[in-house]
């Protein structure tokens, strides 16, 4: 599952790959901002935590679990 964070003010996107579901993601993306606690908390596939403090979030993207293709698609 592809993950990208837009962060307010900086021109790039926090993206990684994460082994938890659409479901499971959105629901602590949603509980941290209206939580209140200041952070949302992911983990990627590797097993590195990210904290992204939520004042700064921009937007979330939530990718699909369909495979990437490869090569040519004709």
Do not use: C, H, W
Request: net charge negative; hydrophobic share 40%.
């Amino acid at each position: 599952m592809e993950i990208r964070i837009g962060i307010v003010n900086a021109p790039r996107e926090l993206s990684f790959e994460s082994t938890q579901s659409v479901e499971e993601i959105a629901e602590q993306v949603q509980s941290s901002l209206t939580g209140g606690t200041g952070f949302l908390r992911l983990t990627d596939d590797k097993g590195k935590v990210y904290l992204i403090p939520t004042a700064g979030i921009a937007y979330v993207e939530i990718g699909s679990d369909e495979a990437r293709r490869i090569g040519f698609v004709g």
